[in-house]
């Protein structure tokens, strides 16, 4: 691991250099397909991820300050050191997943546009994006997992700030990185075979899935914890429980319409 990518003549923070290179390939696919497959507004698309990264980076943000609260110094907050470092670091993934979601629809409502029609399509980007971030953690050494001595344990090295170095760790970040990928790839075939308008919450209970098991086996602090499980593992639960819901709903729906559309017209004239 290197919490900076070293090119010489200066260095760049690895973590969040493997977050824009996420977004950057995301970007890439998504804008390919709108362009050579789907046709759609690329514009559209553009403005909807404005708002969704907005709301990605203060609800990321926001979350971690609520399950850090305690942790904190805010009697030293005015201080150059201590403000810059918590605006600089501590970000929860499903905080900024949550308001992203609620801002892309806020946006599409100002700029009348149909979120749905873009989400539905290209919910593959999120885990996609999120991999290469969770790549970026194992750099940084952050959201490291629990002491472990099988394969493939990780040993983060003295220098490292954030994982306790010189001891064997099992590598959730890389592992929960390739599970996003193989989510991704598997939201991905359902688009392009056009086998399901319900990407998103497919990625839902996909990842809330992922996450809630992984959860046991992270050893970093500022988690939160409530009833024996942690807040990722609260909110992964409701969002395997939202998605389903949301698959069902509009499942029923469209039945419940159905009949409806192939009834016959009743005749208003009597014989």
Known sequence: MSMYLDFGLFKIPAYGTMIATGVIVANIIVILLILLRDHKDIWDFVILE?????????????????????????????????????????????????????????????????AWDYLSNYAFAIPLA???????????????GVPYHGPLAVVFPESSIIAPPGIELF??????????????????????????????????????????????????????????????????IGMIAFGIGWIIYFVVKKYKKEPDENKPEENDSEE
């Open 50 to 114: 404005g708002f969704g990264l907005l709301g990605g980076i203060i609800g990321s943000k926001l979350l971690y300050i609520i399950v850090s609260f305690d942790d904190i110094p805010w009697d030293r907050i005015g201080e150059p050191e201590v403000l810059a470092t918590l605006i600089g670091g501590g970000f929860v993934f499903y905080g900024g997943l949550i308001l992203a979601v609620i801002m892309v629809f806020i946006g599409a409502h100002f700029n009348k546009i149909d």
């Open 130 to 144: 999120h991999g290469f971030g969770r790549i970026g953690c194992f750099l940084a050494g952050c959201c490291y």
């Open 171 to 236: 590598p959730v970040q890389i592992v929960e990185a390739c599970c996003l990928f193989v989510i991704s790839i598997i939201l991905f075939l359902f688009y392009w075979f056009r086998k399901t308008n319900y990407l998103l919450p497919m990625y839902f209970i996909l990842y809330g899935i992922v996450r809630f098991v992984l959860e046991y086996y992270r050893f970093d602090e500022y988690r939160g914890k409530f009833l024996s499980l942690y807040t990722s593992q609260w909110i992964s």
